[in-house]
């Protein structure tokens, strides 16, 4: 089930711009704002990155790194 948000004091620039933004995406105004909160919601948060990267192990040699950047190419 969907819920319902309502923002108020939204400044004229800000509803402006989201507006013809919409309109350039051929969408309505609710649909861009949806499109684009869904969007924000999937990336991590400052915060859930900064306790990802608490959880790794620290690199410290250069052929650790050189290693690890290989792996990461291969994964491509």
Known sequence: MSKLLQVR????RVH???RRRAQEAGMSLSSYVLAELDRNAKQP???EIIERLARRVPVSTRAEITR???R???AQ
């Open 16 to 18: 402006g711009t989201l």
């Open 45 to 47: 948060s400052r915060g």
């Open 72 to 74: 990461g190419r291969d």
């Open 68 to 70: 690890l950047v290989r």
């Open 9 to 12: 004091g939204v400044p004229n």
